[in-house]
């Protein structure tokens, strides 16, 4: 870690420090009724807190995890940062402007009290008398540590795995002080699966000849075969099936007689035992099986209730220990109880670990939710090539950047001021901003591209990923009062499903698209015997995102049968010829583009069907 190469990209040299916390004579009071007569914690910064101390980030370490998360010690020891490839000069989580800290938890082994810590009441290790510990009591010992550093605000709290449960254990405590939360791979509580592996590696250290009971640090034997067998069936739940066959497959070591996923899982084991506490391993590991916000609040929409902080929440594709699905739970109840949430589902082979690993993605992501870093002088240059990269991606919808401003335009007028705004397939969310600017809209975007919900994101608005040919399962019905489908409808798979969802989801809908009926396309089609290609419809039929080519009475006779009410209609030409069909009443042959306002047909009303002539206002642009 010493060499000019390393250092240059690094957080550079830190200090592990150690604080006493000044405690009320009853002590350090634990959710489970304890006490702790004595708190001291071990911690780290990095970078330099601003004359206005809101630039801090606080970051909450995993299982196994330390106040060591990036740069390196001096001397040099073998304590490896955990998140070194994320916190540093120009990296995710930027220390040239950032003031970063992250401590050791309650309940550890690496400088912060835990079991294997003097009990003052004994002049001993606790071991078997240290108190059951939770969460809640993790993040209220931190909360201590940042009041005597002086910092009253974050910027952000950030965790990943059991640091993504303390990170949302932060903006429910003190809901005040959180300006942003990241809580990545994560959940409100484990599964029956997670909790099963967590009970078997307990097992495996109470199981140890050497464990007493938890009291073995006088006896001068550690259960060390327990805690490595615990370590190596926690390491099968980091990594995803798919890594350990290419890993490791069902190859062999060299002597022929052992696998060599089991040479590795011996390795790990081996190592872990050389850092971590068994004491700490069975008391951290019991506070992660035990939280459960619903269990504790009724459910977790009452749980979030006292949520102020925007909220970004990440899933990893191949991580079956904390699954996407409890990732999506979290980001529907926070949207279920009116809070500002951002849903990104990253791909990332190395399962669970992948946040620890696969950084690329996941730093750009970081970045772009930390926004307050774009308004520093310092940062000009680089907000002026977000924008320029924002701007080129606005160029990646299927119609050109000056007809679509035109839809714009009309979407602006139609949407009430003050509205809860749905934007699908939102690119990067030029719409969003348009209409939270013009409109004062609430507004959430979804898009399947990771680079439009960075655009998103960075933009300060907040984004679902997801596809939504595959529907809109993580957002509750009724939750907004217009959804928007801008020149997308005719390039998803599954045009009827998209639409029922939007007005499941949304009040109303406002849908605008190409219109293949237009005369110019039927003349091309007719004159070259060719695919046309123009106007509203400017790509090759053999490299065209349009998967679905059809027209405005298409249109109108899907929602027929679906019992959509059409509640008015703006056809949009492009050519004085258009215009002249549409001035005679002709909309399909005149209208290059359509943009229509739909709802969901009363139940009285879907048995007449939809009757075009009384679908309501007929607009040309």
């Not at 740069?71 to 940062?81: N, R, S, V």
């Not at 003052?120 to 008398?129: D, E, I, M, R, V």
């Not at 979290?330 to 620890?356: I, Q």
Request: net charge neutral.
């Amino acid at each position: 870690m010493s060499d000019g190469q390393t250092t240059k990209v690094s957080a550079g040299p830190v200090k592990t420090r150690t604080i006493q916390i000044p405690l009320p004579p009853g002590g350090f009071n634990l959710d489970c009724g304890q006490s702790l007569p004595e708190l001291q914690i071990a911690y780290e910064t990095y970078g330099t807190l601003s004359p206005k101390k809101d630039n801090a980030v606080f970051l909450c370490h995993a299982l196994s995890g330390s106040a060591h998360v990036a740069g390196y010690h001096e001397p040099l020891d073998d304590t490896a940062p955990w998140w070194d490839n994320m916190v540093g000069p120009g990296k995710g989580i930027d220390t040239r402007f950032y003031y970063v800290v992250c401590a050791n938890i309650i309940g550890g082994c690496r400088g912060t009290t835990g079991p294997s810590s003097v009990n003052p009441a004994t002049k001993t290790p606790y071991g078997s008398l240290f108190p059951h510990i939770s969460i809640g009591d993790m993040v209220s010992g931190h909360r201590l540590l940042l009041k005597e550093l002086g910092i009253e605000r974050l910027a952000a709290v950030i965790g990943g795995s059991m640091g993504g449960m303390q990170a949302l254990e932060w903006i429910i405590r003190y809901p005040d002080m959180i300006d942003n939360c990241i809580c990545i791979a994560s959940a409100a509580g484990l599964s029956a699966q997670s909790l099963a592996f967590d009970i078997i590696s307990r097992k495996a250290i109470t199981s140890d000849p050497h464990w007493n009971g938890g009291d073995f640090y006088s006896t001068g034997n550690f259960p060390g075969s327990g805690l490595a067998l615990a370590r190596q069936i926690g390491h099968v739940t980091y990594l995803s099936q798919e890594m350990m066959e290419t890993k490791f497959g069902r190859e062999k070591t060299e002597a022929g007689s052992r696998f060599q996923v089991e040479s590795y899982l011996e390795y790990q084991g081996g190592k872990f035992i050389k850092r971590f506490d068994a004491n700490s391993y069975f008391h951290i590991t019991s506070a992660i099986d035990q939280y459960h916000l619903s269990e504790k609040s009724g459910s977790l929409e009452k749980a979030f209730e006292p949520v102020r902080a925007k909220v970004l929440v990440v899933a990893l594709s191949s991580d079956w220990l904390f699954p996407p699905s409890q990732s999506i739970d979290l980001a529907n109840a926070l949207l279920r109880a009116g809070k500002h949430v951002t849903y990104c589902e990253l791909d990332a082979p190395h399962g669970h670990d992948s946040f620890l690993i696969d950084v690329g993605p996941l730093g750009e992501v970081i970045r772009a939710f930390l926004p307050w870093v774009r308004s520093l002088p310092a940062h000009e240059e680089e907000s002026a090539k977000r924008k320029a990269a924002n701007m080129e991606l606005a160029t990646t919808r299927t119609c050109p950047f000056c007809e679509r401003r035109k839809d714009y335009a009309i979407i602006t007028d139609m949407i009430r001021p003050g509205s809860r705004v749905l934007d699908l397939g939102c690119g990067n969310g030029e719409l969003l901003r348009l209409l939270a600017a013009k409109r004062n809209i609430s507004g959430i975007g979804v898009d399947i591209d990771v680079k439009h919900v960075i655009a998103v994101i960075d933009g300060g608005q907040d984004i679902f990923q997801g596809d939504i040919d595959h529907g809109l399962q993580a957002i509750p019905d009724n939750t907004f009062d217009c959804a928007i489908l801008s020149e997308t409808l005719q390039v998803v798979k599954k045009p009827q499903l998209v639409l029922r969802e939007m007005l499941r989801v949304a009040k109303e809908g406002i849908v605008s698209f190409p219109n293949f009926g237009n005369w110019s396309h039927r003349l091309r089609l007719l004159c070259s015997g060719r695919m046309p290609k123009g106007g509203a419809l400017p790509f090759e039929w053999y490299d065209t995102p349009n998967i679905h080519l059809f027209t405005l009475d298409d249109f109108i006779q899907l929602c027929r049968e679906d019992h959509i009410r059409m509640l008015n209609t703006v056809c949009i030409p492009e050519s004085n010829t258009s215009r002249a069909l549409l001035g005679l009443g002709l909309r399909n042959l005149g209208a290059d583009r359509i943009l229509v306002r739909i709802m969901r047909e009363p139940d009285k009303l879907a048995q007449k069907g939809n009757d075009d002539g009384k679908q309501g206002r007929q607009d040309t642009a």
